[in-house]
């Protein structure tokens, strides 16, 4: 069974970039999909993106402009960069490994880490 | 951006059934297989049911999903007091701008 932990920075300054890194123990980084989730406090659940063993990248319109996704097989960890955060962006981190097939007909986050929380403040 | 709706809450005291409605559009639910994730209090969301009504391991038989149209829903049967979570429905949006989408999100409670 596939195992993420999600490490980084608790707390980053307006208008820097938020930087999360996920190992992956238990499994290839070569085998799935990975993808990152976020919830802000409170709130429900919105998803980032993803980034595939081939180093495809897909990413939610509404971040897609700061949003940043890559992979160190070396290590078996992906990663999360997001730029110029704002108070809006403080939420719990998740990374989870992910299944899809048939396009997206499919499309599913199988494991999810435990999240790191992440705020945003001067 | 697009999102699923759902009912904010549900109750039930245990051995009920409970169920939660997903409602969504052609570009999502309509055209994808949708997926159900259960957040236990101060705990990571986990993957209830996939492809629509498929349990993954260790997932008791009691939680069932069901999709028609574009609608989704998310039964349980025999309410348990562990079973008190907020439950998210979830599928493929291949609007222009494509992406996943979280449903709003349904707090139940076992009284």
């Not at chain 1, 976020?38 to 063993?53: F, V």
């Not at chain 1, 992910?98 to 001067?122: E, K, L, P, Q």
């Not at chain 2, 028609?68 to 309410?79: D, F, N, R, V």
């Amino acid at each position: 069974q596939v195992q993420l932990q999600e490490s980084g920075p608790g707390l980053v300054k307006p208008s820097e970039t938020l930087s999360l890194t996920c190992t992956v123990s238990g499994g290839s980084i070569n085998s799935y999909y990975w993808s990152w989730i976020r919830q802000a406090p409170g709130k429900g659940l919105e998803w980032i993106g993803y980034i595939s063993y081939g180093v495809l990248t897909n990413y939610n319109p509404s971040l897609k402009s700061r949003v940043t996704m890559s992979v160190d097989t070396s290590k078996n960890q992906f990663s999360l960069n997001l730029s110029s955060v704002t108070a809006a962006d403080t939420a719990v981190y998740y990374c989870a490994s992910t299944r899809a097939s048939g396009g997206h007909y499919h499309y599913y986050m199988d494991v999810w880490g435990r999240g790191t929380t992440v705020t945003v403040s001067s | 951006q697009s999102l699923l709706t759902q009912s904010p809450s549900a109750s039930g005291t245990p051995g009920q059934r409970v169920t939660i409605s997903c409602s969504g559009s052609s570009s999502n639910i309509g055209r994808n297989t949708v997926n159900w994730y259960q957040q236990l209090p101060g705990a990571a969301p986990k993957l209830l049911i996939y492809t629509n009504n498929q349990r993954p391991s260790g997932v008791p038989e009691r939680f069932s999903g069901s999709k028609s149209g574009t609608s989704a829903s998310l039964a349980i049967s025999g309410l348990q007091s562990e079973d008190e979570a907020d439950y998210y429905c979830a599928a493929w949006d291949d609007s222009l701008n494509a992406h996943y989408v979280f449903g709003t999100g349904t707090k139940v409670t076992v009284l």
